[in-house]
Structures are given as C-alpha cells and as structure tokens.
C-alpha cells in the first residue's frame, strides 16, 4: 500500500509538473501587421527594411510641441533622427532649424543640407575631426559656420586646443561648455572650474561663448527612494549654481544664452517644471523605440519597425538534439518551428507575429536569425516578421533607407544620412 501511495504522488508529481510547462503564446499578424505583410509581399524589395510609420510620427511631434508649449526651444538630435528627409519633416512640423549633432562625417551633411541651421555638437568632437569639418566644407555654401556652429568645450585642455585650432583657421569660433549636473560623464565638474574656464576666456578673443550644455539622462533612472522629480530639482539646483558663476563675467556672457539640457526621457519634466533651461534637445521620443517605455513617454507611439523577409520556415529541432524535438516542442509548443530571417542581430526584438523569440539554444546570426514560435504563427516563406528596434541612434546607419507609411500604405523613402 505504501508503495502504491508513494506511486500515486510520483505521478501526480509529473502532472503538476506537465501543467507548469510553457502555454503557447504564438498569434497570427494582427490587423496592422497583416496589413504590412502584404504589402510588403506585394512591393517590398525582398531585403530587410527600416519601416517609418508617419501617422504615428506625427502624432509624437504633436504632442511633444503641445508639451513644450512654446515655452522651450526644440534641437532635434541628428544622432537619433539620422535621415535628412525625416530631419526635414521633423523641422518643417516642429517649426525648428536647430539640430544637435555628435559625428563629424554628419555635421557636415547638415552644413550642406540646412542652409539656415543652428548646429550644436552634442559631444566634444578631437580638434582633429573639427579641422576635418573646415577642410571637407565647400566654400559656395550658403551657410557660415562662423555664426551657425557652435563647439562643445568640456575641459580646459580642449578649451586651448580649439585657441589653436581658431589661429590656425584663421576664423573665430563659437562654443559652448559642458557642465556636470548630475551624470558623472564628464564636462567642468564645479561652478569654480568653470570659473576657471571663464577666466581663461577673457584673453581667448578667437572663442565666443554661446552658453552651457548639461545634460540629465540620469534623472530618468533615478532610484525610487529619491524619485525623478527630487533628482530634477538637485540637477536643476546645479544648472543654476553654474549659471550664476558664469554671469559673474559679465563681458563674456551673452545676452541671449544657450541654456540646453533634457533629452528624450526628460524633455516632459523639464517642460512640467519651467526649469532654468530654454531648449531641450529631443530625438528619440519622436520614433519612441523599446528603450524608450517609460511613464514619461507613455503617450508616444512606437513609430519604427524592421521588417524582415522569411527565407526558411522548419522545424524546431536543433542540430544536436534531433531526437529530442518531439519532447522539446511536447514540453514547450514555442519551440514548434524555426523560421530564418534575412539578416539579424539588429538591437530589436520581434513583436509581430507574437510569440517569436530568438533561440537562446542556437545562438544569433547576422546572416540568418533564427526565431523559434508555434506552428499558431501561420508563418510561411512568403511572409515577413516585424520587429521593434530597442533604439534609434546607429540603427538608420545600418539600413540605406527609410521606407515611409501612411496610413498603412508604402508612400515612399528617404534615405539615411549615411546613405544619402
């Protein structure tokens, strides 16, 4: 009897075991999707493309001008938005010619591009890639970089580097220093050291100061016992002490400041607050990709997709475990079919079809990614899967183009700053 008892818990064991296994989380393309795929079956190239969504642009570009109200600057982030079609889209809606720029090879392109742009270099660039720009700029070119660049100086070091750089050139130079509000990554780390930087200023003629650069991508990661808000205060509290030091030079300050913070996941506080900045710098908020699923930016749309043929549609087995697929897909019913992709290792994870995921048993492929999911995908070699880029910076560099949707057609391209 007791044998028999100790049986009969054995298998209730299995059974409450089998009942904890993976439920099957495949679904069809919804509607949108759906809707995509055929499309794509029907005009895409055959290669992985980078979709853009302008409905839902638009909508993020409307609702962060109703968020800033009119009160805060707008500098579109080349970095970000790295299209000269969709940083021209973006500047006619939000009614702005002020971009921030972090790659040489791009400040060039908008120098060429926006004849009327005002560039700000949202990181120090090496002297060296600042005299590539002179050299690599034509010179019939409407713009003048004498009055629609300005350099961002984080150290006194650089500060005499660019001295020489203006001496060289022979042409002054405009900048802007970078201070340490908060995030540890570098810029004058004190109003006294930027008092310092000042001082220096006083006999530099051949630099002009523009204003102060902080930024605060830390507050939107602050830990809750202290909270975004308390953690804003303590940045804003700092902004304020460096102005204060450097108005203390009153040749020098300009009348009208830059004054530039925020980011993607600040903008919102920022614009809530009335803090001491007057503009905030904004890029990724605008395409909203996976990174960027926070509260503050609960009410922006994902507005960019990869789409990605399918070149195989298999079974799930692995190379080195054939035999046991009957068991693995018994166990786990996502685990039913492979499907190779077109490319892949891209920053992005698939989203539609649902229930795809990569195979952490197989590994991941530049060449042919391999996504496992049920059979309840309905995925076919004729189809594509869509996935969610995690972010945008870098991602457009990889792609040639941008292909544009409205209302779930395919209306057309631009291509990316690197490709254009």
């Known amino acids: 009897m007791k044998r028999r008892h100790l049986l009969g818990l054995g298998a209730l064991g299995l059974l409450g075991g089998w009942a904890l296994r993976p439920t099957d989380r495949g679904r069809e393309h919804d509607v949108y999707f759906a809707a995509l795929n055929r499309h794509l079956q029907r005009d895409g190239d055959g290669l992985p493309t980078l979709l853009l969504d302008l409905d839902r642009l638009d909508a993020n570009a409307d609702l962060l001008a109703a968020r800033l109200g009119g009160r805060l600057q707008l500098r579109l982030v080349a970095k970000s938005l790295a299209s000269i079609g969709l940083l021209e889209y973006l500047a006619k809606r939000l009614q702005t010619q002020r971009f921030m720029v972090f790659h040489q090879p791009q400040l060039n392109r908008l120098a060429r591009s926006f004849a009327q742009a005002d560039l700000l270099l949202g990181k120090p660039m090496p002297v060296a890639a600042a005299l590539n720009f002179y050299r690599q700029l034509p010179h019939h070119l409407d713009f003048d970089p004498d009055r629609q660049v300005t350099w961002l100086i984080d150290s006194q070091q ?77 940045a804003d509290a700092r902004y304020r002490q460096f102005i204060s030091s450097a108005q203390t030079f009153t040749e020098l300050w300009p009348a009208e400041p830059l004054l530039n913070g925020g980011g993607s996941l600040t903008y919102r506080l920022h614009a809530q607050q009335q803090t001491s900045l007057n503009e905030v710098a904004v890029g990724s908020a605008l395409l909203k990709p996976a990174a960027f699923d926070t509260a503050l930016l609960d009410e922006h749309q994902p507005a960019l997709w990869i789409a990605s043929p399918v070149l195989k549609a298999l079974d799930g087995a692995l190379p080195y475990a054939q035999s046991l ?72 560099d990889d792609f040639s183009e941008l292909r544009l949707l409205r209302r779930g057609q395919l209306v057309g391209r631009w291509g990316t700053i690197g490709n254009a």
């Open 158 to 234: 650089r500060l005499m580097e660019y001295v020489e750089l203006a001496k060289a050139l022979g042409r002054p130079l405009r900048i802007a220093l970078e201070i340490d509000i908060g995030l540890k990554r570098g810029g004058f780390g004190t109003p006294q050291a930027l008092a310092e930087a000042m001082q220096q200023l006083r006999h530099l003629p051949a630099l002009t100061l523009q204003g102060l650069m902080g930024y605060d991508a830390h507050v939107a990661n602050n830990p809750p016992w202290q909270g975004q808000l308390q953690a804003l205060r303590d």
């Open 325 to 396: 697929q009957p068991l693995l897909k018994a166990w786990n019913p996502n685990r039913q079919h492979a499907y190779y992709l077109y490319g892949g290792r891209w920053p992005a994870q698939p989203v539609s079809p649902a229930g795809l995921d990569y195979d952490k048993l197989y590994g991941r492929s530049a060449n042919q990614e391999r996504l496992i999911g049920s059979a309840t995908t309905q995925l076919t070699d004729r189809d594509w899967v869509f996935l969610r880029p995690a972010i945008s910076e870098g991602l457009l």
